[in-house]
């Protein structure tokens, strides 16, 4: 209740009204001519564009005609107050000095990056144009606005750029908080070529790296720890991300592996052992208590240590993870149809699992296609999975090219101009595994039997080589797909001689 109402009935017959168009009770936003309308079905009506059907002008359709409740434009609905906006003359949602939206965050955005000199600093002009060019300002003026009476976390990172107390290196962004939006304005700065290019989950292991070592109190264990990362795993990682984009699950695996190296520090430093004097005898201990998986994760870190001269050379016996067994070539031929003709489970999530099970790619490739992809030069639909392009049979080709034109997450600044056949909600990043893997399985579609399942059948119709190098897979992981399939491709070459 609004403090300035002494009781709540006061308040209820001044302020609460059942809505002339949606008929819900509660708060009005406005009076209009066809009654008191709510919140949300104020700002819906703000929000349709059109050619008005009575005047034929085009403006904000936010009124009702009464013979036919047809959207109509505030004039010819008799509307008494103008919906302008003050600045641009544009109709639409009013904000604060009767300024429509997107010039509400063009002044937001100005005010914070603000050098002092009442000017954008020159370094960040094109992260202001991103901001303020977005097709859905409303998303932009949300992240830098205040809530609750408490500063936004953007709003404050974007004051601390535009005074220059926040440096324009990746470095600076390490330890900012809150850390998801530092690392979202990381992005877009990214994005807006301010600050170099390097892989998102580069920077995210990064950032987890400082904040664990900080973490460990031991002198000695904290020192290998970061001669261990700084040498060893650090530029493996770099190194890596120069090749292609590195995963979520590569990113989680070497933070395990740093976590293993942790632990087994500190198990030697309850044990009395120096990790210089460690024996197979002492090493085997700790192997015995710990499952095959985390003693494959400690391996990098042995491995590395006996190198520099920091312990011993000693074994750990090798990890043979199990392999899930492939679903039957029926079923998959009955989830594939059910993907086609069944509309219920959203046009991407089913693209995505018709990939998965059609041509057995593994869920982040197909998350990093792109709409390049799809050659629609010839005749026949192609997508670029290898060296040739792969041919898509209708009615796949039409559902392929039907999300090619209904692209989600395309209106804020954060993918506006993506590439990404699958674009995500992060600046020029796409749908993480993390999104699309539980909207497969809700389909009830199982991504590593049906994967396998696919690539078994694919071996069986034609030479492993060719599958391999169409899809883009190893040769060796075909023929041994192959010879799990029972195939007689035997004596294929996978190179073709010169004539």
């Given at each position: 209740?609004?403090?300035?109402y002494?009781?709540?009935?006061?308040?209820?017959?001044?302020f609460?009204?059942?809505?002339?168009r949606?008929?819900?009770?509660?708060?009005?936003?406005?009076?209009?001519?066809?009654?008191?309308?709510?919140?949300?079905?104020?700002?819906?009506?703000?929000?349709?564009h059109g050619?008005?059907?009575?005047?034929?002008?085009?403006?904000?359709?936010?009124?009702?005609?009464?013979?036919?409740?047809?959207?109509?434009?505030?004039?010819?609905?008799?509307?008494?107050?103008?919906?302008?906006?003050?600045?641009?003359?544009?109709?639409?949602k009013?904000?604060?000095?009767?300024?429509?939206?997107?010039?509400?965050?063009?002044?937001?955005?100005?005010?914070?990056?603000?050098?002092?000199?009442?000017?954008?600093?020159?370094?960040?002009?094109?992260?202001?144009?991103?901001?303020?060019?977005?097709?859905?300002?409303?998303?932009?003026?949300?992240?830098?606005s205040s809530?609750?009476?408490r500063?936004?976390?953007?709003?404050?990172?974007?004051?601390?750029?535009?005074?220059?107390?926040?440096?324009?290196?990746?470095?600076?962004?390490?330890?900012?908080?809150?850390?998801?939006?530092?690392?979202?304005?990381?992005?877009?700065?990214?994005?807006?070529?301010?600050?170099?290019?390097?892989?998102?989950?580069?920077?995210?292991?990064?950032?987890?790296l400082?904040?664990?070592?900080?973490?460990?109190?031991?002198?000695?264990?904290?020192?290998?720890?970061?001669?261990?990362?700084?040498?060893?795993?650090?530029?493996?990682?770099?190194?890596?991300?120069?090749?292609?984009?590195?995963?979520?699950?590569?990113?989680?695996?070497?933070?395990?592996?740093?976590?293993?190296?942790?632990?087994?520090?500190?198990?030697?430093?309850?044990?009395?052992?120096?990790?210089?004097?460690?024996?197979q005898?002492?090493?085997?201990?700790?192997?015995?208590?710990?499952?095959?998986?985390?003693?494959?994760l400690?391996?990098?870190?042995?491995?590395?240590?006996?190198?520099?001269?920091?312990?011993?050379?000693?074994?750990?016996?090798?990890?043979?993870?199990g392999?899930?067994?492939?679903?039957?070539?029926?079923?998959?031929?009955?989830?594939?149809?059910?993907?086609?003709?069944?509309?219920?489970?959203?046009?991407?999530?089913?693209?995505?699992?018709?990939l998965?099970?059609?041509?057995?790619q593994?869920?982040?490739r197909?998350?990093?296609?792109?709409?390049?992809?799809?050659?629609?030069?010839?005749?026949?639909?192609?997508?670029?999975?290898?060296?040739?392009?792969?041919?898509?049979?209708?009615?796949?080709?039409?559902?392929?090219?039907?999300?090619?034109?209904?692209?989600?997450?395309?209106?804020?600044?954060?993918?506006r101009?993506?590439?990404?056949?699958?674009?995500?909600?992060?600046?020029?990043?796409?749908?993480?595994?993390?999104?699309?893997?539980?909207?497969?399985?809700?389909l009830?579609?199982?991504?590593?039997?049906?994967?396998?399942?696919?690539?078994?059948?694919?071996?069986?119709q034609?030479?492993?080589?060719?599958?391999?190098?169409?899809?883009?897979?190893?040769?060796?992981?075909?023929?041994?797909?192959?010879?799990?399939?029972?195939?007689?491709?035997?004596?294929?070459?996978?190179?073709?001689?010169?004539?």
């Open positions: 209740m609004d403090r300035h002494a009781t709540a009935e006061q308040y209820e017959r001044w609460i009204r059942d809505c002339a949606c008929g819900r009770r509660g708060n009005f936003a406005a009076r209009w001519p066809d009654g008191h309308v709510c919140r949300t079905c104020h700002d819906r009506a703000l929000r349709t050619r008005c059907p009575s005047c034929g002008l085009d403006r904000v359709l936010a009124g009702l005609r009464a013979e036919d409740q047809a959207p109509i434009c505030t004039s010819c609905a008799g509307f008494s107050i103008s919906y302008a906006c003050a600045e641009c003359g544009q109709e639409g009013l904000h604060a000095g009767r300024r429509c939206t997107r010039c509400t965050v063009t002044r937001r955005v100005a005010e914070l990056l603000d050098d002092g000199t009442g000017r954008v600093r020159p370094e960040l002009v094109p992260l202001a144009e991103l901001l303020t060019s977005m097709d859905n300002p409303l998303s932009g003026l949300a992240w830098v809530r609750h009476g500063s936004a976390g953007a709003a404050d990172l974007l004051r601390g750029l535009g005074r220059g107390d926040i440096e324009l290196t990746h470095g600076a962004f390490h330890r900012l908080r809150p850390w998801r939006v530092a690392a979202h304005l990381r992005e877009l700065l990214m994005q807006c070529d301010v600050l170099p290019r390097i892989d998102k989950q580069v920077m995210l292991f990064e950032r987890w400082l904040e664990h070592l900080d973490t460990v109190t031991e002198a000695e264990q904290r020192r290998l720890l970061r001669q261990y990362t700084t040498w060893h795993t650090l530029p493996w990682l770099r190194r890596r991300a120069e090749r292609g984009p590195i995963s979520r699950a590569t990113r989680n695996g070497l933070g395990q592996q740093v976590l293993r190296a942790d632990d087994f520090l500190a198990w030697t430093q309850e044990q009395g052992v120096a990790l210089a004097a460690l024996r005898a002492d090493l085997d201990r700790w192997l015995v208590d710990h499952r095959p998986h985390q003693r494959q400690l391996k990098p870190f042995l491995t590395w240590a006996a190198r520099a001269g920091h312990m011993p050379r000693l074994e750990i016996p090798p990890y043979r993870p392999q899930q067994a492939p679903i039957t070539q029926h079923r998959r031929l009955a989830l594939l149809r059910k993907l086609i003709t069944d509309e219920t489970g959203g046009l991407r999530t089913r693209v995505a699992a018709i998965v099970l059609l041509y057995a593994p869920l982040g197909i998350l990093r296609l792109t709409i390049d992809d799809i050659d629609t030069t010839g005749p026949d639909v192609l997508l670029h999975l290898g060296d040739p392009p792969t041919p898509v049979p209708e009615p796949v080709a039409e559902l392929l090219l039907a999300l090619h034109d209904q692209r989600t997450n395309m209106r804020t600044a954060t993918n101009d993506a590439r990404w056949l699958f674009p995500g909600r992060r600046a020029g990043q796409p749908l993480t595994v993390g999104t699309m893997a539980p909207l497969i399985r809700d009830g579609i199982p991504t590593v039997p049906g994967r396998l399942a696919a690539l078994r059948q694919l071996v069986l034609a030479p492993a080589p060719v599958v391999a190098q169409a899809l883009g897979f190893h040769h060796h992981t075909t023929q041994r797909h192959h010879a799990a399939a029972g195939g007689t491709w035997n004596r294929y070459s996978p190179t073709r001689n010169a004539p």
